[in-house]
């Protein structure tokens, strides 16, 4: 204290010590920011009276107001759903064949079937829908089970191969390595090739292809959709077209599996999906009742 002393320049007491000539003033604070220090003070007091602030244990102190931001989350999520139940309650009733028929109502189906796919269908499917090895492109119009939106959404409901569920999609093609021989696969092989023009048949592949294939598969390799069995004779492949991959499929089968949403999702959701997948660019018309192969709630291979 006894060094402390008024510096000349500025009138300012020192702080008392020196370094090297080097003197610090003892500058009071500005009022204003001292002014607004003690307020924040105040503010924090305040809040943690009215406002959860203190963590405790397994949650915090309510505060006397009963404020949370998960109660208005809470709020918020059902005035959310308040303002959509009209649409859903409509999109409910509605046959999904004829949502095409109120566009105002399809495109609102479409949008929320956006949404879900991103939540429920982007890990095998992609993010634009375009599929990988073993999971289906959904923009192009290639099809197992059908196109239309009933097709669609009854695949989306019951899935494809889910074992103890009656009504799930289920075709089963044989491991033709416990049947056949290598020689046998290989000639296979290249008339399967040939169907799509990948490189020219042979007699003995044809031939094993009218014994073993063509019952599932049909004469040209056209598929059948009743059988979920695909079309050999387009460039469009699930697992690949490549000797090395169809030798594969050929001697130890596929059977891939899609899971089954009306476990896991409600019906609405599982409408405005079928709107959104048939959106993308290889929907199908709905068919008139005396051409369709299957019931209504048939289903797109949607899946595998």
């Known amino acids: 204290m006894a060094n402390k002393h008024i510096d000349e320049a500025t009138g300012t007491e020192t702080v008392g010590h020196e370094w090297d000539g080097i003197e610090e003033l003892d500058t009071p604070l500005p009022r204003w920011w001292l002014i607004t220090f003690i307020l924040c003070i105040v503010f924090a007091a305040g809040y943690v009276v009215f406002y959860p602030a203190i963590p405790l244990a397994n949650t915090a102190t309510p505060g006397t ?13 059902a005035a959310d759903a308040a303002r959509r139940a009209p649409i859903f309650q409509k999109i409910a009733t509605t046959p999904v064949a004829d949502l095409p028929a109120d566009p105002a109502l399809l495109a609102q189906a479409i949008e929320g079937g956006r949404a879900a796919f991103k939540v429920h269908c982007v890990q095998c499917h992609g993010a634009g829908a375009a599929g990988s090895p073993g999971y289906p492109n959904l923009n192009d119009d290639d099809w197992l089970w059908g196109g239309d939106l009933d097709a669609i959404a009854f695949t989306l409901r019951h899935g494809i191969r889910n074992p103890g569920h009656d009504e799930t999609r289920f075709s089963q093609m044989p491991a033709f390595g416990e049947i056949l021989e290598t020689a046998d696969i290989e000639a296979l092989i290249t008339h399967v090739r040939s169907l799509s023009g990948l490189e020219p048949g042979s007699a003995a ?24 069995a695909p079309n050999l004779a387009d460039s469009i492949w699930l697992y690949g077209g490549d000797r090395d991959t ?9 059977n891939g599996v899609m899971p089954r949403w009306n ?3 409600d019906d609405v959701t599982i409408r405005m999906l079928a709107a959104y997948v048939h959106s993308l660019g290889g929907g199908e018309a709905t068919p008139v009742p005396e051409q369709a192969d299957v019931a209504e709630g048939d289903d797109a291979d949607v899946g595998v």
């Open 246 to 254: 169809l030798r594969h499929t050929i001697t130890y089968a596929r």
């Open 263 to 265: 476990a896991r999702l």
């Open 65 to 77: 107001l009963g404020w949370s931001s998960r109660g208005e989350l809470a709020k918020d999520m």
């Open 205 to 228: 592949g044809a031939s094993l292809f009218a014994e073993q294939c063509a019952a599932c598969h049909g004469e040209n390799g056209g598929g059948n959709r009743e059988l979920g």
